[in-house]
């Protein structure tokens, strides 16, 4: 009886050993710049300061410790998509009670490798540096604790802390895959460690500009950190520890000045952007490798499956974040650059679960729906109309209860009282007169109307014989307008004043954490949270476009021509509502800088992806609409959105002509200047003689029509007698 076969393998047994092994290769480049610092370290010798096998490769091992808690960090909390949070305060919130653990990995890991590298870098250095942890003295002195070391752990220490801070809002967690075209190009051909190396000499030499001013504010920070904190704990941390094996005096104190002599600053100054360029290094290289095409040796990573359709899908369904990038990027491979696979997609019809191109249909339409979904949901949650509508609905509501007692009573509640005999008296009825108006008005039943009217004058709300009284008491005192007007409004002063200070504050420096912009606003709503699905959605549209298109020659079943109608409807529908969301989004009130400018480049990224497949799939099956199903309506709404497509195409080429033409017309107002208006002004006289000319030659024409018409009238009339006075003869 023969074994069964083996099920076939899921996508993350052949995803897993390919990050691993560009994990080994980025370690490995990253191998030798801790050699090259291990080097630097060393003390001068001309041959143990670089043989690989003495202390230069033990320092080595040391630093790639160090190197090796960055790499622990970035493979704990990978990520594709970028964050899609509104702004950074959000981020920060969102760090703090979403993802806690990540502000402690980044902490601890950053800590702990800025501790082996201050650690490395003490214990190499020369004795000249005075960096033991306790100065002997000469033999009649008892040993004393050196604070030098101290400092410069303190300070390694705290720029670990910022460089974590600075991981996490910069989001080094985050690869970035190449998009359009460049995900497609060249994958086929394995990358050389020679193409590597050139892309992290660039990457190198845009980051190396800001290390020394990042070196410089981390040790400014850390430094005054350490003074003002941290100068006597360490202090006490280190004698407790240090006692165990010298002999110190136990009346040992700090001194007034720390010993952060010129020297030692520098060393740190130095150090430190050795440090920092040691770990942009690390995450550089991890970037380049880990974004790598999901290949092995030329072909998809599935090809060495069983059953590669199988494992394609379930990396497709796949549920973590890394593992579906990666198989939503190796299908775009597949359908664009490897025949062999896309016949194999269009061939598997029987399965139980339904056929690969079924599966990758439904996979693929369900990242459209799940985005056209969020933006449906966005509109009616910042739908205004439903609030006012509520509002509406319940004032009706409350003016159709029935009532259930009697009208209040318009009788006086106090009984008459007699006539004042003083000034005091006759002040009092006025005051208690006028009290009981506003009581009264204020009891009245009004209309909606009224609510808008006392909002903008709330004197309304009073009888006239005692708004007339406030009237001329405001009058009396000799109160402008618009005091008056302030008096009436007494919050309206308060709301400005503090509107004016919060908008001058979100244009100031402090203002940008706190702005949640159109860009940001519009990309979490299209492309998903907390990370942005942007991969799987422009695959989808890519990949689906293009397996129709190669289904007129690839699919021998024809299975994929009764779907491509869903597919142009689809396409269709997605690209209209994100049109119609970004038109209608209105910008947040902290977007203080907003510029009626709507284009977002992820969101465009999307747009042109779906009218790009449009393009295609109308150019293709546009002749079989009505074999497909497809009516003449939806035929011209596809070809509507791929004309929108061209026209934004053309409309850079447009105004790159208008700045060539404003070039030339800068150059012409040099030296050749006046040349150029000399020729203008020739230009024009020609013209105008030309114009002459013509007007003349026209005017001519219409005296020579007018002759004729006047010839052939008289020539006609003529005929018309003669033809009149032979009848009479007759």
Excluded at 499 to 505: E, G, K, R, V
Excluded at 612 to 631: I, S
Aim: with cysteine; charged share 20%; net charge positive.
């Amino acid at each position: 009886m023969s074994a069964k076969p083996s099920p076939p393998r899921p996508y993350r047994d052949f995803l897993t050993p390919a990050l691993h092994k560009r994990f080994t290769n980025a370690a490995l480049l990253t191998l030798g710049v801790c050699y090259l610092e291990a080097v630097w370290f060393g003390q001068w010798d001309i041959f143990w300061q670089w043989f690989p096998f003495g202390p230069a490769g033990l320092r080595t091992s040391l630093l790639f410790t160090s190197v090796l808690s960055i790499f622990i960090l970035r493979i704990a909390q990978l990520h594709i998509g970028p964050r899609t949070t509104t702004s950074q305060v959000n981020t920060f919130l969102q760090y703090l009670l979403n993802w806690p653990f990540q502000i402690v990995n980044s902490l601890l890991w950053y800590c702990i490798s800025a501790w082996i590298f201050g650690e490395t870098y003490i214990w190499s250095a020369s004795s000249s540096a005075k960096l033991s942890m306790v100065e002997v003295g000469k033999s009649y002195e008892r040993p004393r604790l050196n604070e030098r070391p101290m400092y410069l752990r303190a300070v390694f220490i705290s720029i670990g802390v910022m460089q974590a801070f600075w991981h996490l809002y910069y989001d080094y967690d985050r690869v970035k895959f190449p998009q359009g075209q460049n995900a497609v190009d060249g994958v086929l051909q394995p990358t050389g460690i020679t193409v590597m190396v050139n892309r992290l000499k660039d990457q190198i030499r845009k980051n190396t500009p800001l290390l020394p001013l990042r070196a410089g504010a981390s040790l400014i920070i850390g430094s005054i950190f350490y003074g003002l904190f941290l100068r006597q704990t360490i202090w006490n941390w280190t004698f407790t520890f240090a006692k165990t094996w010298h002999s110190l005096a136990k009346n040992s104190r700090l001194s007034a000045v720390p010993p952060q002599l010129p020297d030692l600053v520098g060393r740190a100054f130095v150090e430190s952007i050795l440090m920092l360029l040691l770990w942009d290094f690390a995450n550089l290289s991890f970037d380049l490798y880990v974004a790598e095409s999901p290949m092995k040796k030329g072909s998809p990573l599935t090809d060495s499956s069983t059953d590669p359709n199988h494992s394609l899908i379930a990396g497709l369904k796949a549920k973590k974040e890394v593992t579906r990038n990666f198989a939503f990027r190796e299908l775009l491979i597949i359908t664009h650059n490897i025949e062999a696979r896309r016949r194999a997609i269009f061939r598997d019809i029987n399965r139980p679960t339904g056929s690969t191109w079924s599966q990758i249909l439904t996979i693929c339409l369900g990242e459209l729906h799940a985005m056209t979904k969020r933006i449906q949901d966005f509109q009616q949650l910042s739908a205004p109309q439903q609030q006012q509508g509520g509002q509406t609905q319940q004032q009706q509501g409350s003016s159709q209860l029935p009532r259930i007692s009697a009208p209040l009573k318009q009788d006086p509640i106090l009984v008459p009282v007699p006539p004042a005999t003083s000034r005091y008296q006759r002040a009092e009825q006025q005051l208690a007169s006028i009290t009981a108006s506003a009581a009264k008005s204020l009891s009245t039943p009004h209309s909606p109307s009224d609510n808008n009217s006392t909002a903008a004058d709330p004197t309304k709300l009073l009888r006239d014989p005692a708004r007339k009284l406030l009237t001329q008491g405001a009058d009396s005192l000799g109160l402008s307008k618009e005091t008056q007007a302030t008096l009436a409004h007494p919050t309206a002063p308060v709301t400005t004043v503090v509107n004016s200070y919060l908008l001058a504050f979100l244009r100031s420096p402090f203002g940008p954490p706190f702005r949640q912009t159109f860009a940001a606003r519009a990309i979490a709503v299209v492309t998903g949270a907390p990370y942005g699905a942007h991969t799987p959605l422009l695959a989808s549209i890519s990949s689906l476009s293009r397996l129709a298109i190669a289904s007129l020659k690839e699919d021998e079943y024809g299975t994929v021509s009764k779907d491509v109608a869903n597919i142009i409807r689809t396409f269709t529908a997605a690209e209209n509502g994100i049109v119609r969301f970004v038109s209608a989004l209105q910008p947040h009130w902290t977007d203080v800088e907003f510029d009626d400018d709507r284009k977002v480049e992820e969101v465009e990224d999307v747009l042109k992806a779906l009218r790009e497949g449009l393009k295609g799939l109308v150019n293709e099956f546009g002749e079989f609409a009505d074999e497909l199903g497809l009516g003449m309506g939806e035929i011209r709404a596809a070809k509507e959105v791929v004309g929108r497509g061209v026209v934004k195409e053309k409309q850079p080429e447009k105004e790159k002509k208008k700045e060539e033409a404003g070039a030339r017309q800068e150059n012409g107002r040099g030296d050749g200047g006046q040349q150029q208006k000399g020729q203008d002004k020739q230009k024009e006289m020609a013209e105008k003689r030309d114009r002459g000319t013509r007007q003349d030659g026209g005017s001519r024409e219409r005296e020579r029509r007018t002759v004729e018409g006047r010839g052939e009238r008289g020539a006609g009339a003529r005929s018309n007698g003669n033809a009149h006075q032979q009848q009479r003869q007759r």
